[in-house]
Nanobody, 115 residues
Framework: QVQLVESGGGLVQPGGSLRLSCAASGFIFDHYYINWFRQALGKERELVARVSINGAETDYADSVKGRFVVSRDNAKNMAYLQMNSLKPEDTAMYFC????????WGQGIQVTVSS
């Protein structure tokens, strides 16, 4: 059974940091790109960051470049999204997905940036 389980979300003040984790199981993790998407209320889901199969290549949305860092640990079947200098506009549900064209999705985790 394929599973992607996000953790590490919550409420943080503007300027703060959070680290999201994605635990994967049920598929060959190191055969898939890993993506982080987010969806804010009333908005479309957008790609935030992507990491290649071996972790050597990353890609970011312009809105998070220089603030977010995506990484993965293939030995642990884990992916991470380190989010720094958070802004209220980063408030959204964050989703982990597997595959350059996502084949598998997690259920998502809420991140709220507010004072």
């Amino acid at each position: 059974q394929v599973q992607l389980v996000e953790s590490g979300g919550g409420l943080v003040q503007p300027g703060g940091s959070l680290r999201l984790s994605c635990a994967a199981s049920g598929f060959i993790f190191d055969h898939y790109y890993i993506n982080w998407f987010r969806q804010a209320l009333g908005k479309e889901r957008e790609l935030v960051a992507r990491v290649s199969i071996n972790g050597a290549e990353t890609d970011y949305a312009d809105s998070v470049k220089g603030r977010f860092v995506v990484s993965r640990d293939n030995a642990k079947n884990m992916a991470y999204l380190q989010m720094n200098s958070l802004k209220p506009e980063d408030t959204a549900m964050y989703f982990c997905s597997a595959g350059y064209k996502p084949a598998y999705w997690g259920q998502g985790i809420q991140v709220t940036v507010s004072s």
